[in-house]
C-alpha cells in the first residue's frame, strides 16, 4: 500500500499577516513544483482567511489548529467547523498534547472533535503521544493506545481514511530532541496495529501516521527512510519558510 507522504506545518500561537504574508511569498514558489506529497499549513485562526484564498488553485492545504464541536451559537470565543471549511481549511489538527495539557481537552472531548470534523468535511489530525515519565515507566503504548482507541470511537471505517494520525511524543516537542527513527517508527507501527484492530489491517495500511517532535531538514530524511513513517508534524522548523521548504524537498 503506497501511503504518499505528508508534510504538515504547526505553526501554533506564532505569525502576524504581514510575516504571514512574507512566509508563503517565498514558500509557495519554492514548493510550485513538489511531487508526491501532500503540503498543510496548519495556522492560527487569524490568518485563515488570508491564507486560504493564497493557498486557492495551489498545492498546499490549509489546515486550522483546533476547533469546537457546535456548530454555531453563544460559545464566546470558539469557530465552529463550518467557519473552517467556509474559507477553505481542508483539515484541522485535534488533540494536541498542547491542547490536552495546557487547555484540559480530555480523549472524551478530542472523539466528539473529530466526529464533528468528519460530518462536516474536514479531515482530522489527530495527535497522540507520551510524556516523558509515562516513556520512563515503559507505557508509552498503553497511552498511545488509549489515546488512539478513544479518539476514533465510533468512528467507521470509510470515515477513518479521511483522518491522519500524528504520534507526537511530548518530551520532544518543542525541546530539540527528537525520538530516534527507530523508536519512532516501533511506536507508530503500535499505532498502526491500534487501528487494524479497530478496523482492519487493509484500512490501517492507508492511514497515515505522521512523527512529530523536533523534526528538522536535517532528520527528517532519516525519519521516512522507516516504513511506517509517512511524513512529519513541524512546529518551530516550520515558521521559517526556507526550513519547511527543505524538509518538503528531504521528505
Ligand atoms: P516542534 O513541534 O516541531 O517544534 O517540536 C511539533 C508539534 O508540536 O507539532
Not at 478530542?110 to 462536516?120: E, I
Not at 530516534?180 to 497515515?208: F, M, T
Request: proline share 3%; with cysteine; charged share 25%.
Amino acid at each position: 500500500m503506497v501511503r504518499i507522504p505528508f508534510i504538515a506545518a504547526n505553526w501554533k500561537m506564532n505569525k502576524t499577516v504581514d510575516q504571514a504574508m512574507n512566509f508563503t511569498e517565498h514558500f509557495l514558489p519554492e514548493v510550485k513544483d513538489a511531487a508526491d506529497v501532500d503540503i498543510v499549513i496548519c495556522a492560527p485562526y487569524t490568518l485563515l482567511v488570508l491564507l486560504g484564498a493564497q493557498f486557492k488553485d495551489t498545492n498546499v492545504d490549509l489546515g486550522a489548529q483546533n476547533m469546537y464541536w457546535e456548530e454555531k451559537g453563544a460559545y464566546t470565543g470558539e469557530i465552529a467547523p463550518d467557519m473552517l471549511t467556509d474559507i477553505g481549511c481542508t483539515y484541522v489538527i485535534l488533540g494536541h498534547s498542547e491542547r490536552r495539557t495546557l487547555f484540559h481537552e480530555s480523549d472524551e472531548e478530542v472523539n466528539c472533535k473529530v466526529q464533528v470534523a468528519l460530518q462536516h468535511g474536514l479531515k482530522p489530525i489527530v495527535c497522540v503521544g507520551e510524556d516523558l515519565t509515562e516513556r520512563e515507566e515503559g507505557k508509552t503504548s498503553e497511552k498511545v493506545s488509549r489515546q488512539v482507541r478513544a479518539a476514533f470511537k465510533d468512528i467507521d471505517a470509510k470515515e477513518v481514511l479521511n483522518c491522519v494520525v500524528a504520534y507526537e511524543p511530548i518530551w520532544a516537542i518543542g525541546t530539540g530532541k527528537s525520538a530516534s527513527p527507530q523508536d519512532a517508527n516501533a511506536v507508530i507501527q503500535s499505532i498502526r496495529q491500534n487501528l487494524a484492530d479497530i478496523y482492519e489491517h487493509e484500512i490501517a495500511g492507508q492511514i497515515r501516521i505522521l512523527y512529530g517532535g523536533s523534526v528538522k531538514p536535517e532528520n527528517i530524511a532519516s525519519l521516512m527512510a522507516f516504513e511506517d513513517i509517512d511524513g512529519a508534524l513541524v512546529g518551530g522548523a516550520s515558521l521559517d519558510w526556507e526550513k519547511f521548504a527543505a524538509l518538503v524537498e528531504n521528505k
